[in-house]
């Protein structure tokens, strides 16, 4: 059975601070990683893909890194601010996407 | 990228009755999916919609609980039949853009079932 595991389950910071959230997965078969941001009540927002053949991808002050030969990934994040606030949720492609089960994250300020 | 809506985002419904969701893409997909998001938890795949055929249902879901229809290449209903408070949840649309492996997702519909 595929699993994702997203360590930690939560995560609070004070403003400024740099910080990694942390992805891994079992299954072999996941080819690309995807992470997406989600507000309260709110749908997914895409912040970073990573195709098998990638090591990792930035965006702005967000930076994820794959590594498929020990299952894990890393969404580091730069100089958070409050507005990062957020649940961050990585998923395993393997021909479907396969949720973890999330980084609540606070950053005050 | 993609921009995708759903209706309704929100609905209160009893139990026993059906609602049928709505999924509109800016652009032609291929791949359009939907996901439930009970309270607390990640997102779990229901179906893959697939234009012009039956729709590929997860383990778990079945096409009388979740009928889905794909009439075209941006737009997809999900029907939640016959419900139960166990049905509260977030359904999210997704699309995958052409070969490009990205999934984005709608902003979702809280159904709460009283």
């Known amino acids: 059975k595929q699993e994702v595991t997203q360590i930690p389950a939560a995560l609070s910071v004070p403003e400024g601070e740099n910080l990694v959230l942390n992805c891994s997965f079992t299954d072999s078969a996941i080819y690309n990683l995807q992470w997406f941001r989600q507000d309260p009540g709110k749908g997914l927002t895409s912040l970073l893909l990573i195709q098998s053949s990638q090591r990792e991808q930035t965006s702005g002050r967000l930076n994820a890194s794959l590594d498929k030969s020990s299952g894990r990934s890393t969404l580091y994040i730069a100089a958070s601010q409050p507005g990062d606030s957020a649940t961050y949720l990585c998923a395993g492609q393997g021909g479907k996407l396969i949720f973890g089960q999330g980084t609540e994250l606070s950053v005050k300020p | 990228s993609a921009v995708i809506s759903q209706k309704p985002s929100r609905d209160i419904c009893q139990r026993g009755t059906s609602l049928t969701i709505q999924c509109q893409v800016d652009s032609q997909v291929t791949m359009m999916f939907w996901y439930r998001q009970q309270p607390g938890q990640s997102l779990t795949l229901i179906a893959t919609?697939?234009?012009?055929?039956?729709?590929?249902?997860e383990s778990g879901f079945v096409i009388d609980k979740f009928p889905i229809s794909r009439p075209n290449l941006t737009f997809s209903t999900l029907t939640v039949s016959n419900m139960s408070p166990e049905d509260s949840s977030i359904y999210l649309c997704s699309v995958e853009v052409h070969n490009s492996y990205e999934q984005y997702f709608g902003p979702g519909t809280r159904l709460t079932v009283t």
């Open positions: 919609a697939n234009q012009g055929s039956e729709a590929t249902y």
